[in-house]
């Protein structure tokens, strides 16, 4: 993911891949106070697909958590 500002010019870039399969993001969307960001998408890991939501700084692009579902356990 990337932050650009109105010129193009990159802000931050941030790059999430907490598997080795496929991961992708399906959604993505800013809260009312412009701070975070929150990406939803799928990790698919071990033949199951994992819903993986994750909160970033608008401000630097930096992780504040995530969350991976385990539908295997």
Excluded: C, F, H
């Excluded at 891949?17 to 799928?42: H, R």
């Amino acid at each position: 993911m990337e932050k650009l500002n109105e010129n193009g010019t990159n802000i931050w870039n941030y790059t999430s891949d907490p598997s080795a399969s496929s991961d992708t993001a399906y959604g993505i969307t800013l809260d009312p106070s412009e701070q975070y960001l929150y990406v939803a998408g799928y990790d698919y890991v071990g033949g199951d697909y994992r819903l993986r939501v994750e909160k970033l700084s608008a401000a630097n692009g930096s992780n504040i958590w995530n969350y991976t579902s385990d539908p295997s356990a």
